[in-house]
Nanobody, 119 residues
Framework: QVQLVESGGGLVQPGGSLRLSCAAS????????MNWYRQPPGKERELVASISSGESTKYTDSVKGRFTISRDNTKSTVHLQMYSLKPEDTAVYYC?????????????WGQGTQVTVSS
């Protein structure tokens, strides 16, 4: 059974930092790409960052230069290090992965962790 559990969210002031973690189990973690999504209040979910099994990374433009995604395959964990946080970064952050079986994509999600950036 695939399980993704996020942690590390909280309340921070603008300009502050947080490090999110996602503990994965139930699949061969090292062979899967991992993603961080976020959903601000009243807005749609968006992809924030991705890391491939080969550890190449991609970021949405709004977080480029401020966020860093990384993975630790020995601990089956993916991280999102966030610097210079802005109020618009406030959202529920979700860990995600997927697999394709017979041309159909299956997505797996964690429960989410709340990040609030406010004075």
């Amino acid at each position: 059974q695939v399980q993704l559990v996020e942690s590390g969210g909280g309340l921070v002031q603008p300009g502050g930092s947080l490090r999110l973690s996602c503990a994965a189990s139930g699949f061969t973690f090292s062979t899967y790409a991992m993603n961080w999504y976020r959903q601000p209040p009243g807005k749609e979910r968006e992809l924030v960052a991705s890391i491939s099994s080969g550890e190449s990374t991609k970021y949405t433009d709004s977080v480029k230069g401020r966020f860093t995604i990384s993975r630790d395959n020995t601990k089956s964990t993916v991280h999102l290090q966030m610097y210079s946080l802005k109020p618009e970064d406030t959202a529920v952050y979700y860990c995600n992965t997927h697999r394709v079986i017979y041309f159909k994509q299956y997505d797996y999600w964690g429960q989410g962790t709340q990040v609030t950036v406010s004075s």
